[in-house]
Structures are given as structure tokens and as C-alpha cells.
């Protein structure tokens, strides 16, 4: 009788009866300007001080079909960054580019044909599928960004013993939490750092930039897109769910509860504020920490935003036969497809 299941359910449901009741005195604008508001206010946007860029180029090595270099550069707060920029072959002039954002795992190399030890991968992908690799093989320029808490980006203490494809997720997150910071924030500003990068560079085109992210990279990818229009198409990979339906029915990461969010939006709505621009949601039906009964809801709710929009081609999806793992094969293609169109002008 004194658990609180019940209570914990009630507060739920009287937060979402107080949204609908401030929606129903609002027009669609302010609606949506409040929710760019309460989401810039919970990841703090605009409130760690950005630092210099200053890019270094670590190495670059040529492939068959591409060329990788790794790099660093500079975002907040003194941190900086590494990261792969992987640059296709063959092409004459400015190229669209990709962010591609990986999720939990061994960070940056895994999406970009490495092991954790930064040599070549020449099995089969893993969930992760590689997909900064199968982007840069369709013409983009991807960059890849080591997302902190993983990787090389982990605390001393998780790199001990050789230690591979843990975080340091809670203690960041935590700690983070004492300065009134928290890690999607500083994730989310580190990967609008890292578009500056990519559009300082002589080999992505203005304004043609995409992203592409994958579970935890998904999350970063949806918020940033919402709140950048710089993004012009997004592919939001095993992660559009809702929060009563996946964060808070599983034992998930730390990183993916954002400080405030339900007092004014559920999370179809945060992806909401990515149109009417591009956005494609992939998901696999047996994903059990992003159930598929609620990516239907987010998606019907998107489809629903779309057509409000007079966007409803700007928005596909793809409901596969997978687990938690990145099936590209309708995403890779609708990404080309917008880009090139975006490249044109059209």
C-alpha cells in the first residue's frame, strides 16, 4: 500500500491534463514557441559559453572509396572534441554533409568502420551498421563526433583495466546535475559545435547539412534538429518513442531524462519542432527498449504535425523487422534524396 506506483501514474496523467489545458488557450505558434522555449531552457542552450574551435588535424589516411581524418576541435566549457570527418572520393566541389551520432557502445569508431582499438573493422557491423560508413559511400561528408562519456571520452576510472564499450553516462550525469547542467544538454550543444565545424569547411555545401542519429545519437539528433534549423533533414533511428512509453516503462540510460520536459511537452512533441524540414523515423518492431506500440503514437502524432505543416511528404518511416539496431535500408536512400534536393535548391 505505500508504494508508489500509483502516485508516480496520477502525477503522469495531471501533467498531461495540464499541457492540454494550456495547449487548448493557445494557438498552434505559441504552442510551438513555448515548447522551443521549455526545450532550450532544459538543455540550457545558450548558457555555457562556447569556446574557440580551433580544429587540429590529427591524421588523415586515404581508403579505396574515401578519405577518413580524425580531428579535434573545441565547444564548451574547455572541452575538446575528436572526431572522424570522413570524405568521399571523386567528388568536384562542395559535398552535403551528414553529423552522424552514434549511441551506447564504443563511441565514434564503431559507426565508422573501426574497432575500438582504431583498426580496420573487416567483419560483419554490429547493431550499429556502420552507418557513418554507408554514408560517406553515398556521396556525404560525414563527421562523426566522440560523444562525451564514451569512447575516448570516458572518466579515468571507466578506461581502467582496458575496459571496452562502457560509459561514464551516470557519474557525468550526475555530476553535471550539482552545476545544473545536465548531459543531453551539453551533448546537444557540443553537436551544434560541431555543424559550425563542419560548415567552416570548404567541402560542405552552405545550408546543406543533415543528421543522422542512431538510439542515444537519436536523442542528441532530435534535439538539436528541433532547435537548429541549420539541420536540414534528419534520420532519427531507434529512439522516436514516447516518454511514458519507453523512457519511463524501461530501466534506461540517465542520459535520456531531460530536467522539466513533461511539465511542458511529451516527447512526440519535442520531435515535433522538427518540421515542417525533412525527418525520418526508423525502428525496429522487436526494439524492447523503444517499443513499437509507441513509436506508432509518435509517429501518428508527427504525421498528424506534417499535414498541419502542409509538409506531409517531408515526413517517412520505416517499421522493420529488427531489434535495437540500425537498418538503413529506406533511411539511406530518403536522406540522399532530400539532400540532393536541398544541394539544388529545390
Known amino acids: 500500500m505505500w508504494n508508489p506506483d500509483a502516485i ?7 501533467y498531461e491534463q495540464k499541457r492540454q489545458a494550456q495547449q487548448g488557450q493557445e494557438t498552434a505558434d505559441q504552442t510551438r514557441e513555448r515548447l522551443k522555449q521549455g526545450l532550450a531552457g532544459s538543455l540550457q542552450i545558450g548558457m555555457l559559453e562556447e569556446d574557440e574551435l580551433r580544429p ?9 572509396d574515401h578519405i577518413r581524418e580524425r580531428i579535434e576541435f573545441g565547444t564548451v566549457l574547455g572541452f ?30 564503431q559507426i565508422s568502420g573501426l ?62 546535475l550539482l552545476y545544473g547542467i545536465s548531459l543531453a544538454g551539453l551533448r546537444v550543444q557540443e553537436a551544434q ?36 534549423e541549420r539541420v536540414k533533414a534528419t534520420v532519427l533511428c531507434a529512439f522516436p518513442n514516447t516518454f511514458k512509453g519507453s523512457i519511463m516503462h524501461v530501466r534506461h540510460c540517465i542520459d535520456n531524462y531531460l530536467p ?11 520531435m515535433g519542432l522538427i518540421a515542417p524540414r525533412p525527418l525520418f523515423i526508423a ?30 511528404e517531408n515526413l517517412g518511416f520505416h517499421l522493420y523487422e529488427g531489434k535495437h539496431e540500425v537498418n538503413g535500408t529506406q533511411a539511406y536512400p530518403w536522406l540522399v534524396e532530400v539532400m540532393e534536393k536541398e544541394l539544388s535548391g529545390r
Open 56 to 64: 587540429v588535424l590529427l591524421e588523415r589516411v586515404e581508403w579505396e
Open 193 to 228: 559545435r560541431a555543424i559550425d565545424y563542419m560548415l567552416s569547411r570548404e567541402d560542405v555545401a552552405a545550408h546543406s547539412v543533415g543528421c543522422f542519429g542512431f538510439s542515444g545519437g537519436a536523442l542528441i539528433a532530435s534535439y538539436a534538429a528541433a532547435l537548429d
Open 80 to 109: 575538446r572534441v575528436p572526431a572522424y570527418v570522413l570524405i568521399p572520393k571523386g567528388k568536384k566541389g562542395p559535398s552535403a554533409a551528414v553529423l552522424a551520432l552514434h549511441g551506447h557502445g564504443y563511441g565514434s569508431r
Open 260 to 270: 522539466g520536459a513533461l511539465a511542458y511537452a511529451e516527447l512526440p512533441e519535442l
Open 283 to 312: 525502428s525496429g518492431k522487436q526494439d524492447r527498449i523503444f517499443p513499437v506500440a509507441t513509436v506508432e503514437v509518435a509517429i501518428q502524432y508527427l504525421q498528424d504535425q506534417y499535414a498541419e505543416a502542409g509538409a506531409a
Open 8 to 14: 508516480m501514474e496520477n502525477l503522469y496523467h495531471s
Open 115 to 176: 574497432l575500438p582499438d582504431g583498426s580496420e573493422n573487416t567483419g560483419e557491423p554490429d547493431s550499429h551498421g556502420n552507418y557513418a560508413l554507408e554514408l560517406v559511400r553515398r556521396g556525404f561528408v560525414v563527421m562523426v563526433p566522440e560523444v562525451i562519456g564514451f569512447g575516448d571520452r570516458r572518466l579515468v576510472e571507466d578506461v581502467k583495466d582496458g575496459k571496452v564499450g562502457n560509459s561514464s553516462c551516470q557519474a557525468l550525469a550526475s555530476h553535471l
